[in-house]
Nanobody
Framework: VQVVESGGGLAQSGGSLRLSCAAS????????MGWYHQAPGKEREFVAR???????YYAESVQGRFTISRDNAKNTVYLQMNSMKSEDTGVYYC?????????WGKGTLVTVSS
């Protein structure tokens, strides 16, 4: 199983970016997918999660600004980030939880300039 993030880059404060996370094979529809954020010098923290049934959960810090969604036909999960802040800077990781195992991607870097 491979999980690959993309879409990172430079955004201005108040701007938007959309991250993508692609999973290998037709397994995404049965797994829980999540996004995590690691700011420079800090530990990785939960951002958002979407279950196979489509239920979504968010960290309080991104509630109302970020939206997680999934396209099972494309084996891809997205994280739409709006109203971005400088504290959103860091590496964003995607994980896939399936059959009791968790698979991580290598991350994509997001930089928000003020």
């Amino acid at each position: 199983v491979q999980v690959v993030e993309s879409g990172g880059g430079l955004a201005q404060s108040g701007g938007s970016l959309r991250l993508s996370c692609a999973a290998s094979g037709s397994i995404l529809s049965t797994g829980t997918m999540g996004w995590y954020h690691q700011a420079p010098g800090k530990e990785r923290e939960f951002v958002a999660r979407v279950t196979p049934g489509g239920d979504t959960y968010y960290a309080e810090s991104v509630q109302g600004r970020f939206t997680i969604s999934r396209d099972n036909a494309k084996n891809t999960v997205y994280l739409q980030m709006n109203s971005m802040k400088s504290e959103d800077t860091g590496v964003y990781y995607c994980d896939l939880g399936i059959n009791g195992l968790v698979y991580w991607g290598k991350g994509t870097l997001v930089t928000v300039s003020s």
